[in-house]
């Protein structure tokens, strides 16, 4: 395995910003208020339709902000690893997959330096 | 996602599906009628601006969601960042096509506004015409002439009006003319209502995605055992006797790789390791005991599947032997689908009885167990199975679900099948033939039973299939294929990959998700 978790924590931290992004088109979306027109046909179907687009909308951000937060939570299961171990960045799939190599392939970060590389980029700075 | 599902009675006959069908959207085929004071009283341009909001929506989701599927992990190498990409590209693709759908949803609006203002303008002027002239306007549009008048006719015993008296004359064409405007308008408004309403009906028939449940990148310690059966390797993950569901995952094309065949057991591993944290017992088996086409031109051929149908309608027997109370749970994904139609559409005479007794397709004597000692009565026609599933498949061999002839344990089989939105394969079927068969998520191919509302289908199984198809399910289905020319058309290639990673397939396979205070142990 060959993983930077800093960086792949930053990722996570761009990939939650966009599901806040999507979560909050969704929101207005859902609360566009609704529109009643002559023949009541349309309007009733913009009223079921639209808040049906924005759950799936959300829901689909809950996923995705969900999927980011469980690779960050890895990434951080990595570092808790290395730092008691002392080695390179690696894992349980590590153990599976190969040579546990950091970015670069070589000497890595102490574990204290890459914990809170991490925790900075876990908290969007 | 495209989906269709079905439940139906095994004996594939031609009659109505178990549940009924889903109630028609209210939009459909209302009888709602537009008045004069309604369309006058009606706000074109607030319907305008609630268009213009839809749009710069539907658009920040797209661009979003393009961004997202941009941020690749990159600083990441190892077979548990393909599974997150996918998750990562699973989502933001369900939100590029939900960002196109309100996209829509604001086209079709403004179209509606622009015929309210053209039917309103047109209304408030012929109401005027009316009103200055002392006429009647009634609330369908229809103009009569003043109530002096009207006595008038009632006093000449309802002659005519050319007949009235010198002076008025008139009446009678002005009130015909403005009569027939005004009704052509309220016929434009309605009109422009229903289609609009059948669009949005459409636009919008989507399923709400799962709720999230935890996930690790990382593989779990469950381990898994090889069948190694002459056909090719069968792995079972979970312990197939206890299991209350056994689900069987037969892959497609280069399948028959080392590295196929890892994959499919570490997605085993990981699906039985979730329901086991879910307090679910499930087993898994995965299916590569054929020799799979090893590229897309090889798999055009049905040659392979036919091979594989015997071998997998023996293990489809040997697991009801093994656990006759399990669910089972069959599952096409790709190629992997095809053989399963085979499977469910063959006979052991026609797959393997006319290569010789001795021994099946390619020399496999398929009459070996897979599972233990033999037992297993291998039925006629047919396969085992209670739930068939089909992911991304080209088409299975039959024109309907209704063809396939599935031996459940209550005589009820359910098939569905599913699409990724992006799904290349989209491009080899069609709803009326295909490589394989017609597109098995088109409408007409399972009846509407088991179908949610966003992805009901509606057409019986049996003849006249697709009779009773309704605007919505090939509105929504229309609709999924623009979404999918919208996703090539920003790059995304690789969604015929991402079935095994996708939460709404696990969702399929697991159920919902537990709450925290359904969770095993949960204190």
């Known amino acids: ?125 | 996602m495209s989906g269709a599902s079905a439940t139906r009675p095994e004996a594939a006959a031609p009659g109505p599906s178990v549940a009924p069908a889903p109630a028609a959207p209210p939009s459909q085929g209302s009888t709602a009628t537009a008045t004069v004071d309604g369309l006058l009283a009606s706000d074109a341009p607030g319907l305008r601006s609630r268009s213009q909001n839809l749009a710069e929506s539907g658009s920040q989701l797209r661009d979003g969601a393009n961004a997202a599927r941009e941020d690749a992990f990159t600083a990441w190498d190892a077979p548990a960042r393909e599974r997150a990409q996918h998750r990562v590209d699973s989502s933001a693709n369900q939100l590029s096509g939900l960002g196109l759908s309100v996209s829509g949803v604001a086209v079709v609006a403004r179209a509606v506004a622009e015929a309210l203002s053209v039917a309103r303008t047109v209304v408030a002027a012929g109401v005027a015409a009316a009103r200055s002239a002392h006429l009647v306007v009634h609330p369908n549009g229809s103009v009569e002439p003043p109530p002096g008048v009207l006595a008038l006719e009632r006093a000449t015993s309802g002659l005519p009006l050319p007949a009235y008296p010198a002076g008025m004359p008139l009446f009678a064409p002005l009130c015909a003319a403005l009569s027939a405007t005004l009704r052509a308008a309220l016929a434009l408004v309605e009109a422009a209502e229903a289609s609009g309403a059948a669009a949005v009906g459409a636009l919008s028939a989507v399923d709400a995605p799962p709720a999230p449940r935890a996930w690790t990148p990382q593989r779990p310690a469950r381990p898994s055992r090889t069948v190694y059966s002459p056909a090719g390797p069968v792995n079972v993950t979970g312990d197939l006797r206890a299991a209350e569901t056994i689900i069987t995952l037969v892959s497609g094309v280069n399948s028959s790789d080392q590295g196929a065949v890892y994959g499919t057991q570490e997605w085993a591993e990981q699906l039985v390791a979730q329901a086991e944290a879910e307090g679910k017992r499930v087993a898994v088996v995965t299916f590569h005991a054929y020799t799979a086409p090893g590229s897309v031109a090889e798999a055009v051929s049905p040659a392979a599947a036919t091979q594989a149908a015997p071998v997998l309608r023996q293990l489809q027997a040997e697991l009801r032997n093994v656990n006759p109370d399990a669910q089972l749970h069959l599952t096409g994904y790709s190629y992997g689908s095809v053989v399963v139609g085979a499977a469910a559409t063959g006979s052991q005479d026609s797959t393997s009885g006319a290569r010789g007794a001795s021994g099946g397709p390619g020399g496999v004597d398929i009459r070996s167990p897979l599972l233990g000692p033999a037992g297993a009565r291998v039925p006629d026609h047919g396969v085992d199975a209670d739930r068939v599933t089909f992911l991304g498949s080209p088409g299975v061999q039959a024109h309907s679900s209704g063809e396939l002839d599935i031996h459940a344990k209550d005589g009820n089989a359910e098939v569905s099948a599913f699409r990724v939105p992006g799904d290349l394969i989209g491009l080899t079927t069609t709803p009326w033939l295909g490589a394989h068969g017609p597109d098995p998520v088109s409408p007409d191919f399972a009846p509407p039973a088991a179908a949610p509302p966003g992805n009901s289908v509606p057409g019986n199984s049996g003849p006249g299939a697709g009779e009773s198809s309704d605007t919505t399910s090939w509105g929504r289905y229309a609709w999924d294929r623009v979404v999918d020319a919208y996703l090539w058309a920003h790059g995304e290639w690789n969604s015929h990959s991402s079935y095994l990673s996708d939460p709404e397939i696990d969702e399929h396979f697991l159920g919902p998700a537990p709450t925290a205070t359904q969770q095993p142990g949960h204190r």
């Open chain 1, 1 to 125: 395995m060959n993983i930077d978790p800093p960086m792949v924590v930053a990722t996570c931290t761009r990939l939650r910003s966009r599901a806040e992004d999507a979560h909050r088109v969704a929101a207005e979306v859902q609360g566009l208020p609704a529109v009643s027109t002559p023949a009541g046909a349309f309007g009733a179907a913009l009223t079921r339709g639209v808040p049906a687009l924005a759950t799936a909308a959300a829901g689909h951000a809950r996923l995705l902000e969900q999927t980011a937060r469980d690779v960050e939570r890895y990434c951080h299961e990595v570092i808790e690893v290395d730092a008691e171990s002392g080695h390179a960045f690696g894992g349980p799939e590590g153990q599976l997959g190969g040579a546990q190599l950091g970015m670069g392939g070589g000497v890595a970060p102490p574990p204290e330096a890459r914990k809170r590389a991490v925790a900075g980029a876990g908290e969007g700075r």
